[in-house]
């Protein structure tokens, strides 16, 4: 979709723009200093709960987390709304509360923004933050013998599509919710901390179309382990009645040719994995020694995280 735009910048007219044009990620890099660099992202998307407070919070962690995914500290953000007229000013007043206290518990302030209005609500943040300019975590960089390390569980599109249909327990939905809403600030932090370079955020490609970014923009394979992934209360319940929303069946067609599965996982195994995921955690990967010191510092933080597989030569995924 940005092709034309690349067309029009070449990147050696704009050394100071460390991610951007060249390498997709998750958000762009402009080096200030030899210290500092800016992280700029938007992201704004239709309500996925019914409670529009939790709408509010999940966008902006969402909004957020593209910073955390580059291993910036955000501070600044911006609101952005499409809102109907008709919409009674308390909910509009609920979505962008739950934005701002989402946004003030990450340390960021909203700053301002912009409404139009729009049938259907949108909601979400630009967000400014800061990184090293040479300790940002990119999609590249991955290596065989890698682990990978995902720092939330799976199953939200699934989830809330049940939700939307009417169909989902409110105990599963009362989870999803509370994950989606987790910022992925502490997660970033320990990936800072153990000095991790490859990481992204698994959000509406799927855990497998997020993965393999990370595997053909680091020249490798992936072997992920289906045992070994989390995934919420009643996610596999809602996919063996096979309630996933669109974009799934978008992420298979787009992402399968890569991907090869034991012949052991269930159809509705392997959709899970191309299920979108809304505000979903860090996908990192860590040398041995390194995801040890991950691990220990995240038991310490009490950050949830799995080791669901590690990065091989294949150039493709294996699930087993
Ligand atoms: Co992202
Ligand atoms: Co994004």
Redesign the pocket.
């Known amino acids: 979709m940005l092709r034309p735009i690349q067309d029009l910048f070449q990147a050696s007219d704009f050394p100071n723009l460390l991610v951007g044009l060249d390498e997709p990620d998750?958000?762009a890099v402009w080096q200030l200093d030899d210290e500092k660099a800016i992280v700029v992202?938007?992201?704004f998307f239709t309500p996925v709960v019914d409670d529009p407070f939790d709408y509010g919070a999940i966008a902006a962690a969402?909004?957020l987390?593209?910073v955390y995914?580059m291993g910036g500290k955000p501070f600044l953000a911006l609101n952005i709304a499409a809102l109907p007229p008709d919409l009674p000013p308390e909910i509009l007043s609920e979505i962008l509360r739950g934005g701002a206290e989402k946004a003030r518990e990450a340390g960021v302030v909203i700053a301002g923004g912009h409404t139009i209005q729009d049938k259907e609500p949108k909601y979400g943040l630009v967000v400014i933050g800061l990184v090293h300019p040479q300790k940002f975590f990119r999609k590249s960089g991955a290596k065989p013998g890698d682990f990978l390390i995902l720092t939330k569980p799976l199953g939200f599109g699934t989830t809330t599509t049940a939700l939307k249909r009417g169909l989902a327990k409110s105990e599963h939905v009362f989870e999803a919710v509370q994950w989606m809403k987790k910022l992925n600030r502490q997660a970033s932090e320990i990936g800072q901390q153990v000095g991790l370079t490859t990481a992204t955020?698994i959000?509406?490609f799927s855990l497998l179309g997020h993965a393999w970014e990370i595997a053909s923009l680091s020249g490798v394979g992936l072997r992920l382990s289906f045992a070994d992934m989390p995934f919420i209360e009643g996610a596999k319940e809602y996919a063996a009645q096979y309630i996933f929303p669109g974009g799934a069946f978008d992420n298979r067609l787009f992402f399968q040719e890569h991907v090869r599965f034991d012949s052991r996982l269930a159809e509705a195994e392997m959709m899970l994995l191309f299920d979108p995921q809304t505000s979903g955690g860090l996908l990192l990967a860590a040398s041995p020694d390194k995801r040890q010191a991950f691990e220990q510092a995240a038991q310490t933080a009490q950050q949830p995280c799995w080791v669901i597989g590690e990065v091989t030569s294949s150039g493709r995924i294996e699930v087993e």
């Open positions: 998750d958000a992202t938007t992201d969402n909004a987390s593209d995914a955020d959000t509406g």
